[in-house]
C-alpha cells in the first residue's frame, strides 16, 4: 500500500489559497481515481482507491499545515507503510508558479508542513511532489494564505492537472522516471 499525502489547511477560510495546493492535487486525483474523501481517520480525511495495480490511501491532514506530520505518522504506522511509499504533495513557494518539481527525499526547505512531516517520520527519506506557487512580494503567511488571481487560477488548473499525472507516475513507473518526465513541467509550456 502506498500513502498519498496532500498539505493544506482544512476549512473554507483557506479553501483555494497557496498553501491548500496539495489538497487541490489530492481532490483532482480522488476525482479521476472515482474515489472520495467520505471518511475521518488519522486526523484527517481519507480516501481509498487503486492506482494500475497499487492500493493507495489518500490523505489530507485537517491537523493544520504545522501539525501534518502527525496525521501521516498515524496513518503509516496504522498500515506500516515505509517512508518510501509516503508520498507526500505540497506548495512550494520557491519554484515559479506552474512549476512542478519531484525529489526523492530532501530538507524542509522553510515549509513546516514538510518539517513536521520530517520530525514525526524521523527522516528526510520520502518522495514528495512540489507545485510551484510562486515567491511572495511581501509577506510570507499573506502570500501562502492569499488566493490565487484569476489569471493564477488558469495556471494553477494546469498545474494541478500535470501535479495528478506526476502523482501517478511515480506510483506507476517510479521516482525516478517521474523525475526525468515531470521536473521540467511548466504549465503554459507544453504543447
Given at each position: 500500500?502506498?500513502?498519498?499525502?496532500?498539505?493544506?489547511?482544512?476549512?473554507?477560510?483557506?479553501?483555494?489559497?497557496?498553501?491548500?495546493?496539495?489538497?487541490?492535487?489530492?481532490?483532482?486525483?480522488?476525482?479521476?481515481?472515482?474515489?472520495?474523501?467520505?471518511?475521518?481517520?488519522?486526523?484527517?480525511?481519507v480516501a481509498e482507491g487503486r492506482i494500475?495495480?497499487?492500493?493507495?490511501?489518500?490523505?489530507?491532514?485537517?491537523?493544520?499545515?504545522?501539525?501534518?506530520?502527525?496525521?501521516?505518522?498515524?496513518?503509516?504506522?496504522?498500515?506500516?507503510?515505509?517512508?518510501?511509499d509516503i508520498l507526500v504533495v505540497f506548495?512550494?513557494?520557491?519554484?515559479?508558479?506552474?512549476?512542478?518539481?519531484?525529489?526523492?527525499?530532501?530538507?524542509?526547505?522553510?515549509?513546516?508542513?514538510?518539517?513536521?512531516?520530517?520530525?514525526?517520520l524521523a527522516s528526510e527519506n520520502f518522495?514528495?511532489?512540489?507545485?510551484?506557487?510562486?515567491?511572495?512580494?511581501?509577506?510570507?503567511?499573506?502570500?501562502?494564505?492569499?488566493?490565487?488571481?484569476?489569471?493564477?487560477?488558469?495556471?494553477?488548473?494546469?498545474?494541478?492537472?500535470?501535479?495528478?499525472?506526476?502523482?501517478?507516475?511515480?506510483?506507476?513507473?517510479?521516482?525516478?522516471?517521474?523525475?526525468?518526465?515531470?521536473?521540467?513541467?511548466?504549465?503554459?509550456?507544453?504543447?
Open positions: 500500500m502506498h500513502l498519498i499525502v496532500g498539505l493544506g489547511n482544512p476549512g473554507k477560510d483557506y479553501m483555494d489559497t497557496r498553501h491548500n495546493a496539495g489538497f487541490m492535487v489530492l481532490d483532482h486525483l480522488a476525482k479521476t481515481m472515482n474515489v472520495s474523501f467520505d471518511k475521518q481517520k488519522f486526523r484527517g480525511k494500475g495495480l497499487e492500493k493507495v490511501l489518500l490523505l489530507k491532514p485537517e491537523t493544520y499545515m504545522n501539525l501534518s506530520g502527525e496525521s501521516i505518522v498515524a496513518a503509516a504506522d496504522f498500515y506500516k507503510i515505509p517512508n518510501e506548495d512550494d513557494v520557491s519554484l515559479e508558479l506552474g512549476k512542478l518539481r519531484i525529489r526523492k527525499k530532501g530538507s524542509a526547505g522553510g515549509h513546516n508542513g514538510i518539517k513536521s512531516t520530517i520530525l514525526h518522495p514528495r511532489v512540489k507545485i510551484g506557487v510562486g515567491a511572495p512580494k511581501h509577506d510570507m503567511v499573506n502570500h501562502v494564505l492569499g488566493k490565487f488571481t484569476k489569471e493564477e487560477q488558469l495556471v494553477m488548473e494546469k498545474t494541478i492537472k500535470a501535479g495528478v499525472e506526476a502523482v501517478k507516475s511515480v506510483l506507476l513507473h517510479g521516482v525516478d522516471s517521474a523525475i526525468s518526465e515531470w521536473n521540467g513541467f511548466k504549465a503554459g509550456d507544453e504543447a
